[in-house]
């Protein structure tokens, strides 16, 4: 028995050939079930019954806005520093209410907490002025009002923290590593053919950027359903495929396509399997790929 491959950037096909050259037999296709992980490597679980689980997300909060879709995230950060600014213009103009520097804003013999500021839109472009150091010195703190120097360092620090922790979440989100993996590019298919006289499972992998990727290493997961001898059920058993562990071929140096491969020895899961029940087995092959960007 011969196979032929494609070249890569193709779909992968097996195609076996009798050993007369009359005529080809194609495997026939098998039905389309639901994947654990999609091709994109994105997990197909949702989580339920977790009841009131659910709050351990808000003690890991951070990650929990990170792993966000992006409409939610914006939502977020727009919605954060509103709150925020509006809450402090409120505190500003309370205080200016407090001293009664509402009403005397136009004395000029009266010195007020923050000068030119005597009315609500006045104390949010103040804020905004000192929040963001733009300073057009127009509004200014006076040395008569201890309690707006307190509220002014309280304000520093406030803003500190929510600029650390949303523009760090901002950041942390558009640097991702799954934008980086749409320029990894996986054989659609793998073929089962001999190699250096072992039959071998095979696929391709190879990168598309000119960046390289440092100390890349490469793994395979198989997905299966079992039933141990004790009788117990597991749903989804993953075991591990060698694919060049033990002779370090598992550190890529991934500058061209590379031909991953698994060699099918009694070791294997697949050793037992002929190819009518591989056919008709029902197994998951899960390829990851990790590694270190140069130039991030």
Known sequence: MSALRRKFGDDYQVVTTSSSGSGFNQAAPKRKRQRFVEKN???????GNLGSETSRYLSDLFTTLVDLKWRWNLFIFILTYTVAWLFMASMWWVIAYMRGDLN????????????????????FLFFIETEATIGYGFRYITDKCPEGIILFLFQSILGSIVDAFLIGCMFIKMSQPKKRAETLMFSEHAVISMRDGKLTLMFRVGNL?????????????LLKSR?????????????ELDVGFSTGADQLFLVSPLTICHV??????????????????QFEIVVILE???ETT
């Open 104 to 123: 005397r804003a136009h004395d000029e013999n009266y010195t007020p907490c923050v000068a030119n500021v005597y009315n609500f839109p006045s104390a």
């Open 227 to 239: 039933q141990t001898p004790e009788g117990e059920f597991l749903p989804l058993d993953q075991l």
């Open 41 to 47: 490597g994105r997990c197909n679980v949702q989580h």
């Open 291 to 293: 590694g270190i960007v």
């Open 209 to 221: 950027r000119n960046s390289h990727m440092v100390s890349a290493q490469i793994r395979c997961k």
């Open 264 to 281: 099918i020895d009694a070791k294997s899961p697949f050793y037992d399997l002929s190819q009518r029940s591989m056919q008709t087995e």
